[in-house]
Each structure stands twice: as C-alpha cells, then as structure tokens.
C-alpha cells in the first residue's frame, strides 16, 4: 500500500512538472502559428502622410510617433520639459507600455528579478509609460521598422495611447528616468502574459489598421510586417542616453 502510493505520488509529480515545461512551449508555439497567420489588414499606400515608426530592443517595442502632425500634439500631454534633458529639437515621442514595477525596477537587464517577473506576468501590477523624446538622427539603425500611416490611421493609434492614460490624463511618476530624455506615466490595465507589451502595441496598431499578428506577445510579431528602415548615410543615434 505504501509503496503503491509513493508510486502513484511520484507519476502525479512528474505528470505535473511536464505540464509545467510544456506550458511555455505551449505559450511560443501558439504565438509562433499566429504571426504566420496572414493579417487581414494593409499598410496604407505610399506615400504616407504621417512619418512615424515602431523601434524594439529586442525584446520589447515602443511606438514612435511625430511630436506634432495630423492635429495630433503630444506637448500637452507629454512635455519635453518632463524629462532631465530632452534634445533641444525634438521630433518624436518614443512610447512603451508595460508593468511598472518591473518598468521602474528594471531599468537594465541585470536588475532583473525573477520573483519581480513572475508577478507581472501573472499582472500583480498595474501599468506603465514609457515616454521618450527623440530627434530623427536618434532611431537606431537595424532596430527601427516604418510605419507608414494615412492621418485618419494615425489619428487612431493616437487615440489608443490616450485610452491608455487614466481619465486620459498624463500623470508623471516623480523622479524615475532611464536616460536624459524619458519620463515615466501612469497607465491603464495591468500586463500579464496575455497582454504583453508588445501586444499592447499590436493592439494599437490593429486599431489603426495596421498588419499585424492577431496576437503579438513577441517584439517579431509587431515587426514582422512592417518594412524595415535605413538611417540616412552618416546618421545615427546621437545624444539623448
């Protein structure tokens, strides 16, 4: 009877700790068929009327968008004067989405906690932006794709980021920066592993009517459809860091 019993804890062990492992492969798996999946909505035809892009850092996408066009102006909601430097020119506002504890306690990858990432992804906390002001010569190159967009496209992913203000209010988190030029904002919602960052971005851009996966937990989703851009020659990331 013990014994029997030990057999039947240890199979009940093993069954569950596959189940475990197989839940992430499960996760990319899901993931991986959807951005294959081909997205029912079209870039708008060029030329566009609004200049703007999506940059990732490999893991993570932030929307740049112009810091005036379409009648759309992000200086009331998110001054320059926000940040401890922003450039003297600026052309963009540079916006992420995510956790803010792990957005304020993270600022590089080796201050990464795991109990810190396993409570967002289970969305213990609320949200998060990440705003950043840019000059052109800023967008890196090899991690910036176009995002070329009609006015009544733009005028729509802009109405996204503004949902994601509460009461559509900017209102700034005293005191935490990663660089000279970026603030950090409350925001709406919680992340959890179903509402990732990056798909907080796709989620934008399906607004807007731009392609991507029906679901993009992964920066490759947002990405995928969007042409690449290339810095014009001798620019590159300047000041702003």
């Known amino acids: 009877m013990v014994r029997g019993h030990g057999l039947r804890l240890l199979r009940t062990m093993m069954w569950g700790a596959a189940g475990v492992l197989a839940l992430p492969l499960l996760y990319g798996a899901v993931a991986g068929v959807l951005m294959l999946w081909p997205p029912a909505?079209?870039?708008?035809?060029?030329?566009?009327?609004?200049?703007?892009?999506?940059?990732?850092?490999?893991?993570?996408?932030?929307?740049v968008l112009p810091l005036q066009a379409a009648g759309v102006d992000w200086r009331p909601l998110f001054p320059p004067g926000d940040a401890r430097a922003a450039p003297a020119a600026v052309d963009f506002v540079a916006i992420g989405w995510g956790d803010r504890a792990f957005y304020l306690h993270t600022p590089t990858w080796a201050d990464l906690r795991p109990g810190l990432a396993l409570r967002a992804m289970a969305g213990r906390h609320p949200a998060a932006l990440h705003v950043s002001w840019l000059?052109?010569?800023?967008?890196?190159?090899g991690h910036t794709w176009r995002l070329p967009l009609s006015a009544a496209q733009y005028r729509r992913l802009a109405d996204h980021v503004r949902r994601s203000l509460p009461a559509g209010r900017a209102q700034r988190i005293a005191g935490m920066h990663y660089a000279r030029n970026d603030a950090f904002y409350e925001a709406t919602g919680h992340y959890h592993l179903l509402r990732t960052c990056n798909e907080w971005a796709?989620?934008?851009?399906?607004?807007?009517?731009?392609?991507?996966?029906?679901?993009?937990?992964?920066?490759a989703g947002v990405r995928r459809h969007l042409p690449a851009w290339a810095a014009a020659p001798g620019a590159g990331p300047q000041g702003g860091g």
């Open 41 to 63: 909505a079209r870039l708008a035809p060029e030329p566009a009327e609004v200049e703007a892009y999506v940059i990732s850092n490999g893991v993570h996408v932030d929307l």
């Open 135 to 141: 000059q052109r010569a800023q967008l890196p190159p």
């Open 202 to 219: 796709a989620q934008g851009l399906r607004a807007a009517g731009v392609p991507v996966p029906r679901w993009a937990p992964f920066e």
